[in-house]
């Protein structure tokens, strides 16, 4: 199960950090991923647009449009999943959402940033708005 939270209203170049309650993932290797939705479009997942995918091995793989100013990190003492968002800009405006996948061995890859459809655990998303 998959729980965000630490959405909220902020100007251009604020901070947010998301976090998500991880629970129930089973397995030693997993993926974990933030996606997100521009507010006012269809709820599809097939829509969703990849921000990062973390690997149970720590690799992470970020969306260019981030880079620099967004930063993933999983306590699994606690079991979260966050998303540190600095210097927003008003193009982050959108429904966030945590996703997660397992996989079946060590070597496999995570379904990727274009390829929300390869997550099968989605939270219910956490809405950050950004205004200029």
């Known amino acids: 199960r998959l729980v965000e939270s630490g959405g909220d209203s902020v100007q251009s170049g604020g901070s947010l950090r998301l976090s998500c309650a991880v629970t129930g993932l089973g397995s030693r290797y997993y993926c974990l991923a933030w996606f997100r939705q521009a507010l006012g479009k269809d709820r599809e997942v097939a829509d969703r647009?990849?921000?990062?995918?973390?690997?149970?091995?720590?690799?992470?793989s970020y969306r260019d449009s981030v880079k620099g100013r967004f930063t993933v990190s999983r306590d699994t003492a606690d079991n979260t999943f966050s998303l540190q968002m600095d210097n927003l800009k008003p193009e982050d405006t959108a429904i966030y959402y945590c996703a997660a996948h397992r996989l079946s061995y060590s070597y496999t890859s995570c379904a990727s940033l274009r390829n929300p459809t390869g997550y099968n655990y989605w939270g219910q998303g956490t809405q950050v708005t950004v205004s200029s």
């Open positions: 647009e990849g921000v990062v995918v973390f690997k149970s091995d720590n690799t992470t």
